[in-house]
Each structure stands twice: as structure tokens, then as C-alpha cells.
Nanobody
Framework: QVQLVESGGGLVQPGGSLRLSCAAS????????IGWVRQAPGKEREFVSA????????YYADSVKGRFTISRDNAKNTVYLQMNSLKPEDTGVYFC?????????????????WGQGTQVTVSS
């Protein structure tokens, strides 16, 4: 069992930045691929980004390429999602998930554990 806790969400103006964190409860976190999914009201769930256990593989949705950067610090059992140049359409609840696959999968079904989410609101 892996418990994940997201943090770092909030209200930001368009063009601003936020850094989300996904912290895990277990030292074996370093063996898991971590992904980020967002859910906005009235919209389909979107897989935003993922990073493999050893950071050798990453995935970004086209909608965030060039603006978001995913990274991890296995010594701290934490994955980060740096979000720059934020747009109103980035608004939503962001969830992080953990998977045993060895690459940065963007398939929701590969992820076994999910956190409770953190709200991101981009608005002027």
C-alpha cells in the first residue's frame, strides 16, 4: 500500500506559476512510476504528466508541453510538478498516482494508488 499526499495547489493569475508536490509514505516510492492527472468540472479527466522510477522516462500531454516540468527526489519520497505560464484551462483538481510499470505511462489503468488531490485555480 502506498499513500500519496498532494500539496501546492492554490489560486494563481494567468501567466503565474505553481509547484505541486506528491509525497509518499513508503521508502519503496523510489521504485514507482508517478503520474499526474487533472479533473476539471464538466471536462474529461486528462493525464498531464508522468515520470518513471529512475527519471529516465517522462511524459507530457500536448496541452502542457513546454510549460510543465516533472521531477522527483527519491531521497525525499517526493515528485514535483512545476507549472509555469498557467492558463485558465489548467484549472482543476490535480491527483498524483503510483504505478509499478517501469516507464512513464499515460494510461490511467496502470496506476494502483491515488492521492486525494489538490485544487489549482487559474483566474484573474
Amino acid at each position: 500500500q502506498v499513500q500519496l499526499v498532494e500539496s501546492g495547489g492554490g489560486l494563481v493569475q494567468p501567466g503565474g506559476s505553481l509547484r505541486l508536490s506528491c509525497a509518499a509514505s513508503r521508502r519503496t516510492f523510489s521504485s514507482y512510476t508517478i503520474g499526474w492527472v487533472r479533473q476539471a468540472p464538466g471536462k474529461e479527466r486528462e493525464f498531464v504528466s508522468a515520470i518513471s522510477w529512475d527519471s529516465s522516462s517522462t511524459y507530457y500531454a500536448d496541452s502542457v508541453k513546454g510549460r510543465f516540468t516533472i521531477s522527483r527526489d527519491n531521497a525525499k519520497n517526493t515528485v514535483y510538478l512545476q507549472m509555469n505560464s498557467l492558463k485558465p484551462e489548467d484549472t482543476g483538481v490535480y491527483f498524483c498516482g503510483a504505478s509499478r510499470v517501469i516507464y512513464a505511462s499515460s494510461w490511467y489503468g496502470h496506476y494502483d494508488y491515488w492521492g486525494q488531490g489538490t485544487q489549482v485555480t487559474v483566474s484573474s
